[in-house]
């Protein structure tokens, strides 16, 4: 596609309920991070996925969250048994190759909801 | 770990005033520095970024920044603002090469009014 595509924009869900939020990158980006922005904050770095090398989780916060990518497309953030506190918004971003001098290109975000 | 912190959480101006949003960093050896800008109802897109050379960096929508490594601050300037730079702006700051470890400041949303 032209951009990174997330879905779905908005999901509100009930305390304890588990989500799911994909992200599509652009197609030939082999490197894609999520973020999370909580209200007021800062972009939060959660998972960073690169090529086929084994992903670097070390922004996850809690083993309630983990995230999947298929080769070098759509990845899945999943959060299990969610609370207040996961409410934010999760942006995903894909770029050419992870190399820092390579832009990297954001999602519009998931505005998650949590009551 | 490295930390950004954006001194200004609102900035109002008057079209074509200038500007100033600051940004300052935690020290370290080397760093790479970066302005990103969110338009309302729109994804984040790179303004502009610091990776080495030249401490005057020149981005996109005639916005700047300088890197002031004794002070370090990466603040970002336009002379003369239009209704249209209203966004929200974001500093972030890696020493990473692999680009991992992308740290963002909390944002400062520009209010450009006529």
């Known amino acids: 596609g032209a951009g990174v595509s997330q879905s779905p924009s908005n999901k509100v869900t009930e305390k304890g309920k588990d989500v799911e939020l994909r992200c599509d990158p652009i197609?030939?980006?082999?490197?894609l991070y999520w973020y999370r922005q909580r209200l007021g904050q800062g972009l939060e770095f959660l998972i960073y996925?690169?090529?086929?090398?084994?992903?670097?989780k070390s922004g996850l916060p809690s083993d309630r969250f983990s995230a999947e990518r298929t080769g070098e497309s759509v990845s899945t953030l999943t959060i299990q048994r969610t609370q207040q506190e996961d409410s934010a918004v999760y942006l995903c971003?894909?770029?050419?190759?992870?190399?820092?001098?390579?832009?990297?290109?954001f999602g519009q975000g998931t505005r998650l909801t949590v009551v | 770990a490295q930390s950004v912190t954006q001194l200004d959480s609102q900035v109002p101006v008057f079209e074509e005033a200038p500007v100033e949003l600051r940004c300052n960093y935690s020290?370290?050896?080397?760093?790479?520095l970066f302005w990103y800008v969110q338009y309302p109802n729109q994804g984040l897109q790179l303004l502009l970024k610091?990776?080495?050379?030249?401490?005057l960096v020149k981005g996109i929508n005639g916005f700047e920044a300088e890197f002031n490594k004794s002070q370090t601050s990466f603040h970002l300037r336009k002379p003369s603002v239009h209704i249209s730079d209203t966004a929200e702006y974001f500093c972030?700051?890696?020493?990473?090469?692999?680009?991992?470890?992308?740290?963002f400041g909390k944002g400062t949303t520009l209010s450009v009014s006529s």
């Open positions: 971003a894909s770029s050419f190759s992870g190399v820092i001098d390579t832009e990297a290109f």
């Open positions: 197609s030939g980006h082999t490197a």
């Open positions: 996925f690169q090529g086929n090398s084994a992903p670097d």
């Open positions: 020290s370290s050896v080397s760093v790479y």
């Open positions: 610091y990776l080495s050379g030249s401490t």
């Open positions: 972030a700051v890696s020493d990473d090469q692999a680009g991992t470890a992308l740290i």
